[in-house]
Nanobody, 116 residues
Framework: QVQLVESGGGLVQAGGSLRLSCAAS????????MGWFRQAPGKEREFVAA????????YATDSVKGRFTISRDNAKNTAYLQMNSLRPEDTAIYYC?????????WGQGTQVTVSS
């Protein structure tokens, strides 16, 4: 059974940094894309960033490029989202996912709140 557990969320002032972690278990971590979505109050869930199985290819939505960095450590079965220069509009619940399409699994989410 696949389990994804996020950590690292919290309250930070604008301009600050946080690093989210997503610890995965239940299937071979190194075979799957890892990524992050977020959902702000009253808004649709939106894609944030993703990283392919080998870490060579990463993707990010335009609003976070240059500020957020996704990475993974296949030896630790963990993906990360380093978030710098945070803005109030980054406030959301951040969800980690593993896999694509019908074989995608989700974590429970971690709250990130950026105060102005």
């Amino acid at each position: 059974q696949v389990q994804l557990v996020e950590s690292g969320g919290g309250l930070v002032q604008a301009g600050g940094s946080l690093r989210l972690s997503c610890a995965a278990s239940g299937r071979t971590f190194s075979l799957y894309t890892m990524g992050w979505f977020r959902q702000a109050p009253g808004k649709e869930r939106e894609f944030v960033a993703a990283i392919k199985w080998n870490g060579d290819n990463t993707y990010a939505t335009d609003s976070v490029k240059g500020r957020f960095t996704i990475s993974r450590d296949n030896a630790k079965n963990t993906a990360y989202l380093q978030m710098n220069s945070l803005r109030p509009e980054d406030t959301a619940i951040y969800y980690c996912y593993q896999g694509e399409g019908a074989r995608r699994y989700w974590g429970q989410g971690t709250q990130v709140t950026v105060s102005s």
